[in-house]
């Protein structure tokens, strides 16, 4: 069985950006290490924006990241952690932000649940779009608030970020539609947090 060092370690170098919130995920290594509790890993999955098929073959790289998923979960449980993985497919940000078809995110979504069960087993796959529902009143809420003070909440670097990936996706009407992408991924990192209360 590996340490709390050796599994943070492998935490920090599989990882592509840092660790959000490094404090809390080694608080909450440690407390499973003691308690028999589970850990939530949470991952987003954006919809297929440069491919014609919602289908995911067999050699296209979403199995590959599924794959190396199934790695990270398998070293984890390995080192003695009972492990949980929320999966949740960002559906209505190719939707309703960057105006993708309905049909086709819903297929693609319905691929890839099939090939998480397949290549990685135990995972929990929940449409942002579902969990959005489930907490209308708090969605509701936050976003107001952020429409309200819109720069007290988002820094100008993610603004302007996001108005140029806009651009190619909605570039009649960019500005607009970077402001929808900025406040609902800012509503959802807080309803997942106090939800799911994950490792992201």
């Known amino acids: 069985m590996c340490s709390l060092a050796d599994i943070w370690k492998y935490i920090k170098e599989r990882s592509i950006q840092p660790p959000e919130k490094p404090d809390k995920i080694l608080e909450q290594l440690a407390r499973a290490r003691l308690m028999p509790e589970k850990i ?54 190719g939707t309703e932000i960057n105006s993708l078809s309905q049909d086709f995110v819903r297929e693609y979504f319905k691929w890839l649940e099939e090939q998480a069960y397949k290549e990685v087993g135990e995972v929990k796959v929940k449409l942002w779009s579902a969990i959005r529902d489930e907490q209308r009143r708090r969605y509701d809420s936050l976003s107001r608030a952020i ?16 108005v140029g990936v806009a651009k190619v996706f909605s570039p009649g009407n960019a500005e607009q539609s970077a402001r929808r992408y900025c406040r609902e991924r800012v509503v959802e990192g807080i309803i997942i947090s106090e939800v799911y209360d994950p490792i992201k």
Do not use: V
């Open 40 to 93: 939530r890993l949470f991952s987003p999955w954006g919809p297929r924006y440069n491919r014609r098929s919602p289908r995911i073959a067999e050699t296209d790289p979403e199995i590959a990241t599924l794959r190396e998923i199934r790695g990270i979960l398998d070293r984890c449980r390995e080192s003695g952690y009972n492990i949980d993985l929320l999966l949740m497919p960002a559906d209505a940000y």
């Open 147 to 162: 429409d309200q003070n819109f720069n007290e909440w988002i820094k100008e670097g993610e603004y302007r970020n996001a």
